[in-house]
């Protein structure tokens, strides 16, 4: 059983930037490529970003291509979301996923963290 804490989340204005991190804890961090999510009220959740299990595969759904930066420290067991130039459309919950698959498979999600972006 693997447990995941979504931290950083929080208030900012647009143009602004948050840093999210997922701490895993309950097996080896490494095993497991890790995905961000994100859910705003009203609409279907999506995928934000994805990394393998090296760290060296990443990808990114096209709205934030260029702002978001996902990345990991497997010795940290954490897994990090670098958000840049938010905009009020980012406002969501973001989730962090750990997958033992390929993209697409979830095995284990966090409690998710608050994005709110709003002047």
């Known amino acids: 059983q693997v447990q995941l804490v979504e931290s950083g989340g929080g208030v900012v204005q647009p143009g602004g930037s948050l840093r999210l991190s997922c701490t895993a804890s309950g097996d080896t961090f490494s095993r497991y490529g890790m995905d961000w999510f994100r859910q705003a009220p009203g609409k279907e959740r999506e995928t934000v970003a994805t990394?393998?299990?090296?760290?060296?595969?990443?990808t990114y759904v096209d709205s934030v291509k260029g702002r978001f930066t996902i990345s990991r420290d497997n010795a940290k067991n954490t897994v990090y979301l670098q958000i840049n130039n938010l905009k009020p459309e980012d406002t969501a919950v973001y989730f962090c996923?750990?997958?033992?698959?390929?993209?697409?498979?979830?095995?284990?999600w966090g409690q998710g963290t608050q994005v709110t972006v709003s002047s």
């Open positions: 996923v750990a997958r033992l698959g390929g993209i697409g498979t979830y095995d284990y």
């Open positions: 990394i393998n299990r090296s760290g060296i595969i990443t």
